[in-house]
């Protein structure tokens, strides 16, 4: 965006953009949008209260303006909550014609005329509610794929979380606490205070440096701040990783977010991540506080490595699940503009096609213009998008399953089918999907339930798995056949989900928290008065994380040739097990007819995850519905 432009340029423009407001004499008449030439963009011009006459008290008056590339100056842009759109009563006055907004968005034009104006009592400002015909599907197309050079040529972000009673007290003890702690925290040449902070309670910390208890008011405030839906929507989220620099806007004050401007937000953040991966008992923040952290991090990891293969299109895609969007094609259009491979899938915004067409041509894409199956992986157990084949996740739905990260090249924790390449095959229907796949086995036991101790005599271990043991046990019997290892290993590396990989540099091994105790599935195998050190604490932590992270929503199955695994809840006696090219983990697939299936969702099958059966003369047509 320009940025040489010379205020009588401007104030010319803006003369007579409020000249030709004036000509209208009959206010009530609805807000016309004047359409975009070329590469113009719309500016918001908020005026300061009182500036017409007949002007009531809580009036919002501002000026539209389209401006050519040459004549935008220095602005800034907003990022808020919509909230409800039900808003006929809320009106605002756009060139003196009457413009309906959103509940949260008249709230943060209240807050933004308090603040202190730019020159001439002028406040210029992109908002997409204004600056956006949202009506108009072409022009919202194209104005989303430039969503990058606006909020990078922005001078900054306003961020408004909204009104809350607590949060003018959450700001206050936020830069007092960063005020107070943070230099001689990150002074680690000293050090007294940040050992404190890293290995002292909370009832110690208050005694000696008289920071509050969690659950005193202080901290009330800080969670119900951080628990603000602004956080949680994925424009949003797309906006605060573009911007510049950010400034947070809590009532008539603004206060920086990050260190792009000066000390903000993001350093109580880092203290409490430290905090939360250190020995030091009682936490002041939960899983809100987590959240937010996770947008800091993609934030600076955006910034810093840009071309990384996390910032493509996919791993962003499964980062940005669990937040938020009024449309379920933004889950994709609004992240395009910081996915560095947007350009090579060629993945335009596109509002007139359906939710189902959006996210049917992005895994396609996905698919061909990375020769991957990464994709599939992402299917989830539950879906809400009708019209979606099976092979294409629904990505305006949560996904309960996580096999780790397979998306990093340097983190490959499986090689199931040991470098085979996909081969795609042209179908005329483009709901379905033409690949090769190997057909490993057939599922003949599904296990779920966990052991009644009164009708087997078993002790449950720590994660209710007795009944996997015992289901597996009298299947299987003692050993794994396709390994050699006792079945207690087996079944043990199977919940942990095995997880030692091909890189031993940067998987994880069979060591410390993974040994051999560990990988014993009954929890008689633990310590039985439990941990003594912290590092034994810490390591129980991890295991019951790991487990937990692999065995929540799944079933453990058994198959004809006694292989076992974790499959979706969804599975079913009579499914297969396929390895499909493109692909590094086995997946679940349902017979339909001839060679057509239905995807299930990814699996472990503990015996093939390395390769193992990765045999190409067994390749077969699989399609996909």
């Known amino acids: 965006m320009a940025r040489s432009v010379s205020s009588t340029e401007f104030d010319l423009r803006f003369d007579a953009a409020m000249m030709e407001a004036q000509d209208f004499e009959t206010p009530d008449m609805p807000f016309i949008y004047t359409p975009l030439q070329g590469k113009e963009i719309r500016l918001l011009v908020l005026m300061v209260p009182g500036w017409t006459a007949n002007e009531g008290e809580d009036d919002i008056n501002c000026i539209l303006m389209n401006l050519e590339p040459d004549l935008i100056p220095s602005y800034e842009c907003l990022s808020y909550v919509w909230g409800p759109t039900d808003t006929d009563h809320l009106r605002v006055w756009c060139n003196r014609r009457s413009f309906l907004v959103s509940a949260g968005m008249l709230s943060a034009l209240k807050c933004l005329r308090t603040l202190k104006t730019g020159n001439k009592g002028r406040k210029l400002l992109w908002i997409d509610q204004f600056c956006i015909n949202q009506n108009d599907a072409v022009e919202k197309g194209k104005q989303v794929q430039r969503m990058a050079e606006i909020y990078q040529g922005a001078d900054r972000v306003l961020l ?11 700001a206050k003890f936020i830069f007092d606490f960063i005020d107070r702690f943070y230099w001689t925290y990150k002074d680690k040449s000293e050090g007294v205070f940040r050992q404190r902070w890293l290995h002292s309670s909370k009832e110690d910390l208050s005694n000696e440096y008289d920071i509050p208890l969690p659950e005193e008011e202080e901290w009330t405030a800080v969670r119900y701040l951080l628990s603000s839906p602004v956080f949680r929507r994925t424009w949003i989220w797309q906006e605060l990783i573009l911007a510049r620099e950010i ?24 203290m409490h991540y430290e905090r939360l991966t250190s020995p030091a008992s009682g936490q002041y923040l939960e ?20 071309r990384s293969s996390e910032q493509a299109l996919l791993p962003l895609l499964c980062e940005i699940r669990y937040l938020e969007v009024t449309d379920p094609r933004d889950k994709v259009y609004g992240i395009l503009s910081i996915a560095n491979d947007a350009e090579k899938l060629g993945i335009l915004p596109d509002y007139s096609a359906s939710t189902a067409a ?15 199956l990464d994709v599939l992986i992402c299917k989830e157990t539950l879906r809400q998008i009708d019209g979606l084949p099976t092979w294409a996740p629904d990505w305006s739905c949560s996904m309960l399953e996580n096999f780790e990260n397979y998306f990093d090249e340097d983190v490959k924790l499986y090689n199931a089918t040991k470098g085979l390449k996909l081969t795609i095959r042209n179908l005329k229907d483009g709901c379905k999907l033409g690949i090769q796949g190997i057909h490993i086995d057939t599922i003949t036991r599904i296990t779920t339930g966990v052991v009644d101790d009164e009708l087997t005599g078993i002790r449950e271990d720590l ?22 290892e006792t079945l207690a290993q087996a079944l043990g590396r199977t919940r942990l989900g095995d997880g030692h990989g091909e890189n031993d540099d940067s998987a994880m ?15 008689d195998e633990l310590p039985q008065d439990g941990p003594k050190t912290d590092q034994e604490l810490r390591d129980l932590a991890l295991l019951v994380t790991k487990v937990a992270n692999m065995t929540c929503y799944r079933v453990l199955f058994t198959t004809v040739e006694k292989y076992m695994g974790l499959a979706p809840l969804t599975a079913r006696i009579g499914d297969m097990i396929f390895l499909l090219p493109g692909a590094n983990v086995p997946f679940v697939l349902r017979h339909v007819r001839d060679e057509e299936y239905e995807l299930i969702g990814q699996c472990y099958t503990h015996g093939i995850m390395y390769g193992e059966r990765a045999d190409t003369g067994r390749l077969q047509d699989v399609t996909l519905l």
Not at 510 to 522: I, M, N, T
């Open 160 to 170: 408004y979380p909204g009104l809350h009673p607590s949060f003018p007290l959450a």
């Open 247 to 270: 400034r947070i806007m809590i009532n008539e004050q603004e206060y920086p977010f990050d260190t792009n401007c000066s000390l903000g937000f993001a350093e109580l953040l880092n």
């Open 287 to 306: 899983i809100e506080a987590r959240e937010v952290m996770g947008l800091t991090r993609t934030r600076v990891h955006h910034r810093n490595f840009p």
């Open 358 to 372: 959006c996210y049917i041509d992005t895994a396609r894409k996905l698919i061909t213009k990375n020769q991957s």
């Open 463 to 484: 994660f209710g798995h007795g009944l996997w043991w015992l289901r597996a046990y009298s299947f299987i019997g003692p050993r794994y056949p396709h390994t050699s």
């Open 509 to 523: 091994k069979r060591d410390d928290l993974v040994d051999a105790k560990f990988y014993e599935v009954r929890e």
